[in-house]
């Protein structure tokens, strides 16, 4: 369903993935610390096709800066893309000018029982508010109008509000869409994962719901709406869930008790980390990327519930990021690469196809930085080893790009 266009190599190993919502931007988290952003070509019709030997664009470093002492562990750009969000292990959140990449705010990540608490995740569900989840289960709520309108080095900044959905850290957020009634247009609950559990929290309410124990570790989620029901009505809206074990989880809105259907995407239980919706307009229905530990990517067509196409982003790593940007190409990064997907010419031939993929289908039922960090590389700690274990992305060897695809991009800035 999709090509390979480019890859393009990192220098360390990637642990966080943002992608602009309104520009052919990239930023990549690393586990040295650094953050760099990436700006990619503008998109073109039959880009493949129309590609010269040299290349069809330049993927331009726009800057890159050490950012956080320790590992970055999470990305997030504000809802204009204008401020670029990061979450290290040194217990910092920085928030930079996306275009220069100069730090204009940081929060101190709140303390437990005097301890660190180190953030695992990062999303700006307005321009007002900012979510921020943290290994001891915590999920904080900042109103961005308070304290980060400072341009001051550092901001004294605490959450309005601190929830505990899970009993173990954040897997994956994933906002619900504003109500009708809505007067801002931006969501106000969203949905999380964690360890066994599937949790609703409200910005105003708190927790509201929570799932009976899945016995199965959930790690990545994504909202699929428009759906048609089973009665046969349209407007069935669901939120998918990936699990430990290489299975979906259907969960009807509103119905959040207990899963409503189940999806095998890998019968060798590889999990499932990383999903995103893929855009209106690819391929044939409503159909979810899924990012695995073994380094595949899988399409899977939602409402047939069958895997329709599978690329393979690393040998050996495991899918860190997995998203679109605005110009319609997937990139996916993981170990030390990311790579630029373009939708393939017969694509449309292939949405047509009903057919699951090795037998997997439906189981019903159940720049300037600013910044005092800009201090050389240093070598991964014992603390980033322990990080990469808990992300459950295993390290079998070294993993250069294995795939033998010829990238049909240049590169500037790379070092």
């Given at each position: ?5 480019c ?11 943002a992608?602009h919502?309104?520009l052919?931007l990239?930023?990549v988290g ?5 953050v760099?952003?990436?700006?990619l ?8 096709q ?9 993927i ?7 950012r ?11 809802a204009?893309?204008d401020?670029?969000?990061?979450a290290g ?6 928030a930079?000018r996306t ?5 204009e705010?940081?929060?101190g990540?709140?303390?437990?029982h005097a301890?660190?608490?180190?953030p695992c995740l ?17 999920l904080?709520?900042?109103?961005l109008?308070?304290g980060?309108?400072s ?8 959450p ?13 957020l ?12 931006f ?10 559990t599937l949790?609703v ?7 509201l719901?929570?799932?009976?124990d ?11 709406g428009g759906?048609t ?12 869930a990936?699990g430990g074990s290489?299975?979906?989880?259907l ?7 207990d899963q409503?259907?189940r ?6 239980k590889?999990?499932l ?7 209106d307009g690819?391929g044939?229905g ?5 990012g695995?530990?073994d380094?595949?990517?899988?399409i ?15 040998e ?8 679109f940007?605005?110009g ?9 690469v ?16 009903d057919?699951?993929v090795?037998?997997?289908g439906?189981e019903?039922?159940?720049?300037s930085?600013g910044?005092?960090d800009s201090?050389e590389d240093?070598?991964s700690?014992?603390?980033?080893e322990?990080?990469?274990k808990?992300?459950?992305?295993s ?18 800035g790379?070092?």
């Amino acid at each position: 369903m999709f090509d390979t266009i480019c890859t393009l190599p990192l220098p360390s190993d990637l642990f966080a993935q943002a992608i602009h919502p309104v520009l052919p931007l990239l930023a990549v988290g690393l586990a040295s610390g650094h953050v760099q952003t990436y700006r990619l070509p503008p998109t073109t019709s039959s880009l493949t096709q129309s590609a010269p030997k040299n290349g069809c664009g330049t993927i331009e470093k726009s800057w890159r800066t050490k950012r956080h002492k320790g590992s970055c562990r999470s990305l997030a750009f504000s809802a204009d893309g204008d401020v670029l969000f990061s979450a290290g292990t040194d217990g910092i959140v920085k928030a930079a000018r996306t275009e220069t990449g100069r730090v204009e705010a940081k929060i101190g990540v709140p303390l437990v029982h005097a301890t660190p608490d180190a953030p695992c995740l990062l999303h700006a569900l307005s321009p007002q508010t900012l979510l921020l989840a943290t290994d001891s289960g915590a999920l904080h709520i900042y109103d961005l109008r308070i304290g980060l309108k400072s341009s001051t080095v550092a901001v004294e900044s605490k959450p309005q509000a601190t929830h505990h959905p899970h009993d173990d850290y954040v897997s994956s957020l994933t906002p619900l869409p504003p109500t009708a009634a809505s007067t801002s247009g931006f969501p106000k609950q969203w949905v999380t994962t964690g360890g066994t559990t599937l949790a609703v929290t409200d910005l105003r309410r708190g927790v509201l719901a929570r799932s009976e124990d899945q016995e199965e570790e959930l790690l990545s989620s994504v909202y699929v709406g428009g759906l048609t029901s089973k009665r046969g009505r349209v407007g069935g809206d669901k939120v998918l869930a990936g699990g430990g074990s290489g299975v979906l989880t259907l969960w009807d809105k509103g119905a959040w008790d207990d899963q409503d259907g189940r999806i095998i995407v890998d019968s060798g239980k590889e999990s499932l980390d990383v999903l995103a919706m893929v855009p209106d307009g690819l391929g044939e229905g409503s159909c979810v990327a899924v990012g695995m530990a073994d380094g595949r990517v899988k399409i899977v067509r939602v409402g047939t519930n069958k895997v329709v196409g599978e690329m393979r982003h690393d040998e050996v790593e495991g899918v860190v990021g997995l998203g679109f940007e605005v110009g319609g190409r997937m990139v996916s990064g993981g170990g030390q690469v990311v790579k630029v997907w373009q939708e393939s010419a017969d694509m449309e031939e292939d949405a047509g196809e009903d057919e699951g993929v090795d037998g997997v289908g439906l189981e019903k039922g159940a720049g300037s930085d600013g910044d005092e960090d800009s201090e050389e590389d240093e070598e991964s700690s014992e603390g980033e080893e322990q990080e990469r274990k808990r992300r459950k992305k295993s390290k079998r060897a070294n993993g250069n790009d294995r795939s033998g695809r010829k990238g049909l991009m240049q590169f500037t800035g790379i070092d």
